[in-house]
């Protein structure tokens, strides 16, 4: 079954430093998001994506944040100067088209800021 | 704005007793629906979904949950639980076509 992959499973880096969390969504997919979890916090959304371009975006999505789709298969978040409370598992989704809800989600990357 | 309350952060229940979990949501309009279950240390997996139509849907692993917009309640129920059931359980509404909002999640316990 087709499924969505997340690399790195556990990201750590320093305060400052930059981040790229990379997604393959599932093949024939066209809207994908990102999602956040901080630890003993519930899943806030982030950004959703939509033939090449951000459809919506939240408050916690700021310049320190983007997201690309570089190829025909990868969706990546960076984080262009971590903090500490940017420490979460960010998950990655994808949706199949306009006329579904369901999505799919990876395993997730944690990241921790040191 | 949507929001998604799930007033139960932990619940224990014995194995092979009934489980029921809670999920109240607030939209203005036909909701979309969602429960996801996340493991230790995974993602999350789509557990059940409505949209329209029958209001008690079925899910995988043996779940199922009532749709009663009345009660704007979304609860999710299992007759009979298993000690591999025992994870983090998360109500979600979604606008169509847009983000998902998340409860805060329930986290079962499942004692032997």
């Known amino acids: 079954e087709p499924e969505v992959t997340q690399t790195p499973s556990h990201q750590v880096t320093q305060m400052g430093q930059e981040v790229i969390l990379r997604c393959v969504p599932i093949?024939?997919?066209?809207?994908f998001y990102w999602y956040r979890q901080i630890l003993g916090q519930k899943v806030e959304f982030l950004v959703s994506?939509?033939?090449?371009?951000?459809?919506?975006k939240s408050e916690i999505f700021d310049d320190q944040f983007s997201v690309e789709r570089p190829d025909g298969s990868n969706f990546t978040l960076k984080i262009r100067s971590t903090k500490l409370e940017d420490s979460a598992m960010y998950f990655c989704a994808s949706k199949e088209d306009s006329h579904t809800d369901t999505q799919y989600f990876g395993p997730g990357t944690r990241l921790t800021v040191l | 704005a949507q929001s998604v309350t799930q007033p139960d952060i932990h619940i224990t229940v014995s194995e092979g007793a009934s489980l029921e979990l809670r999920c109240n949501y607030s939209?203005?309009?036909?909701?979309?629906l969602f429960w996801y279950v996340q493991s230790p240390g995974q993602g999350l997996q789509l557990l059940l979904k409505y949209f329209s139509g029958d209001t008690l849907v079925q899910g995988i692993k043996g779940f199922e949950a009532e749709f009663k917009r009345s009660q704007s309640s979304f609860n999710l129920r299992k007759p009979s639980v298993h000690w591999s059931d025992a994870a983090e359980y998360f109500c979600?509404?979604?606008?169509?076509?847009?983000?998902?909002?998340f409860g805060a999640g329930t986290i079962l316990r499942v004692k032997s």
């Open positions: 994506f939509y033939n090449n371009e951000i459809s919506e």
């Open positions: 939209y203005g309009a036909t909701p979309y």
């Open positions: 093949s024939n997919h066209l809207y």
């Open positions: 979600a509404v979604a606008e169509y076509g847009n983000k998902l909002v």
